[in-house]
């Protein structure tokens, strides 16, 4: 069964930066396309950005040009780098599939104004 573990979140003031981690389990990570999702409170979670095996990316419109996903195949770790945060950005984040299946515990990210 595939696990993600998403990592490097907290607290941040408006117009600062994170960068977020996810390990993913198993054999697959190489040849799929990965996502960070996130869910805000009392919100339904939605797709923020997405890369391909080949790496090309999309990115939902409110995140492009401060969000940039990335990954390391050797190391099955799939990384959202996130600049110049807003308040609007407050979410659990998680990772998955480009297609999602079980979803991990998510990191927290807290954009202070």
């Known amino acids: 069964q595939v696990q993600f573990v998403e990592s490097g979140g907290g607290l941040v003031q408006a117009g600062g930066s994170l960068r977020l981690s996810c390990v993913v389990s198993?054999?697959?990570?190489?040849?799929?396309?990965m996502a960070w999702y996130r869910q805000a409170p009392g919100r339904q979670r939605e797709l923020v950005a997405l890369i391909s095996r080949t790496r090309t990316t999309n990115y939902e419109d409110s995140v492009k040009g401060r969000f940039t996903i990335s990954r390391d195949n050797a190391k099955n770790t799939v990384y959202l780098q996130m600049n110049s945060l807003e308040p609007e950005d407050t979410a659990v984040y998680y990772c998955?599939?480009?297609?999602?299946?079980?979803w991990g515990q998510g990191t927290q990210v807290t954009v202070s104004s």
């Open positions: 998955n599939y480009a297609s999602p299946v079980g």
């Open positions: 198993g054999s697959v990570f190489s040849i799929i396309s």
